[in-house]
């Protein structure tokens, strides 16, 4: 599992041993503390961890879709990220500057899965404010899977700013999904839900698979949730 910035998400797919190994820069619970099913694995030793910083991820990524087996940067030489990847080297400048750069293995990926405000038919997706690591997780991914709050014409995607940062060219499958990022924001739509969060730290993931994920479909998770009064909590 490859993410930028991990949160609840990563937590629950570890909590439900789906990851074996996690490649991230963080994964925590921002304001409300640590992602307690990450820090119990990897206390445990239970997933293996590839400890990276955002340039190494955002270079990785980029070298895999350049079709090259690295990329170079400057910025962790004299950090401890030696000590705990082996997969990374110091070398001299090969074109003869006298200086070193680090170098940094690509990042191939299977499948990317992001969620977008807006996507249309043929998988063109557009997502209001930063993009962040998005792009080139789509553009990396062997299948690339976005899940929209609103489909919407092609023509609607021309006119929004940023147009189609996510083009169809990469996507794979669309799937239209309203509220698909809860118990997380997806800006201009809703907040984050802080009263989800708070509760599913202070649950027994047992108790929380059973009330939330097992047998439910996306309608019944909202019920459980609290319904429309959830909704009205987080809309923006």
Request: hydrophobic share 40%; glycine share 8%.
């Amino acid at each position: 599992m490859c993410t930028f910035v991990g949160g609840i998400e990563v937590d629950l797919l570890i909590a439900g041993g789906c990851v074996s190994e996690a490649r991230s820069c963080f994964v925590g619970m921002e304001i409300f503390g640590m992602a307690p099913h990450y820090r119990k694995a990897v206390e445990a030793g239970t997933i293996r961890i590839s400890e990276e910083s955002e340039a190494t991820i955002a270079l990785g990524l980029r070298a895999s879709y350049l079709k090259v087996p690295f990329m170079p940067l400057k910025g962790i030489i004299g950090t401890d990220m030696p000590k705990v990847r082996n997969d990374i080297k110091q070398i001299d400048d090969p074109l003869g500057s006298g200086s070193q750069v680090m170098v940094v293995p690509k990042i191939d990926l299977d499948v990317a899965i992001i969620h977008v405000p807006y996507a249309d038919e043929f998988g063109n997706g557009n997502i209001a404010g930063a993009v962040w690591m998005d792009a080139d997780m789509g553009k990396t991914a062997k299948k690339t899977i976005l899940i929209c709050e609103k489909l919407v014409e092609t023509e609607d995607i021309r006119y929004l700013p940023g147009k189609a940062q996510l083009p169809m060219q990469t996507t794979t499958a669309v799937v239209k999904m309203p509220f698909g990022a809860h118990p997380t924001s997806c800006y201009p739509f809703y907040t984050f839900d802080p009263l989800h969060i708070q509760y599913y730290l202070k649950t027994d993931f047992e108790d929380y698979k059973k009330k939330f994920i097992i047998g439910k479909t996306h309608t019944q998770y909202f019920e459980e949730t609290g319904g429309i009064q959830t909704i009205f909590n987080i809309l923006l």
